[in-house]
């Protein structure tokens, strides 16, 4: 989910909360099967399962599993067969949203998150009515504690980094997503703590939402959508202030 800055961050922390209940390491062994069918199970020719192996065992998913999605995703293990599928639609207030979708049936899946903006407040779109406003990037955290910005920036422009910015405990780095594996090993290598390192959507431009109730309004849809098991990622191009976004996420 992204759309305002802080909400890598705050996202982040709500994943470690969704681990304790086992959902997200569902959604991440997914990720890895798909990864893994699509172009193979090695992850030095797979940038996309490399990306998707590391963010699993970020999230403390247990190496076996991961091993066992890749093998499931390659055919040396039975496993089912999953279609992606991308979702657009809007949020209360106009806010765009962008959901990318995993499922083993399109029709049930389609009916459900169609259900869910409607009874939220939000309705759905057709295909390229709200794509156009995000684009993928690589956002990877890196633990802010004992930092000196000055090196951290210098290894992030000397490895592709594009945006640096602090965010609480973490610094956030930017960066085009085929620079995302080799700018998280550099920075691994130069001694950051490297927190996480994904390839979300991030939007292009922005929609205000100022007032508590509207704020309320749009993170209920985005985190009834995200908690859909069939949901692998939310986006939405919403503009919440950080204090405002910080209460109505607390």
Same mark, same amino acid.
């Given at each position: !989910? ?43 020719? #797979?940038?996309?399962?490399?990306? !998707? ?51 083993? #049936? ?17 309705? !759905? ?39 640096? $910015? ?21 920075? $691994? ?11 979300? !959507? ?12 509207? $704020?309320? $309004? ?18 939405? #191009? ?13």
């Amino acid at each position: !989910m992204s759309g305002h800055s802080k909400w890598a961050t705050i996202k982040h922390k709500k994943g470690a909360a969704d681990a304790k209940r086992g959902k997200l390491f569902a959604k991440l062994i997914r990720q890895v099967e798909v990864a893994a069918r699509q172009g193979g199970g090695d992850p030095d020719s #797979n940038p996309t399962l490399r990306t !998707m192996f590391q963010k699993a065992r970020d999230s403390s998913v247990p190496l076996d599993t991961i091993e066992r999605a890749v093998k499931r995703g390659t055919g040396e293990l039975e496993g089912v067969s999953y279609e992606q599928i991308t979702y657009e639609g809007y949020a209360p207030g106009g806010v765009a949203v962008l959901i990318e979708i995993l499922t083993d #049936n399109r029709n049930r899946t389609g009916a459900e998150v169609r259900s869910l903006f409607s009874k939220n407040g939000g309705s !759905m779109a057709e295909p390229g009515a709200v794509a156009w406003q995000f684009e993928r990037k690589g956002v990877i955290l890196v633990v802010a504690d004992g930092v000196d910005e000055d090196d951290l920036m210098m290894v992030g422009l000397d490895h592709g980094a594009d945006d640096l $910015a602090q965010e609480g405990e973490y610094w956030r780095i930017t960066c085009e997503p085929t620079d995302l594996n080799g700018l998280r090993d550099a920075l $691994a290598e130069a001694g950051f703590t490297v927190e996480s390192a994904e390839l979300p !959507m991030l939007a292009t431009q922005s929609v205000e939402v100022a007032d508590k109730e509207g $704020a309320k $309004a749009v993170m209920r849809l985005i985190d009834i959508l995200d908690d859909h098991d069939d949901v692998q990622d939310v986006y939405g #191009n919403f503009d919440i202030p950080d204090d405002l976004l910080e209460e109505i996420t607390a």
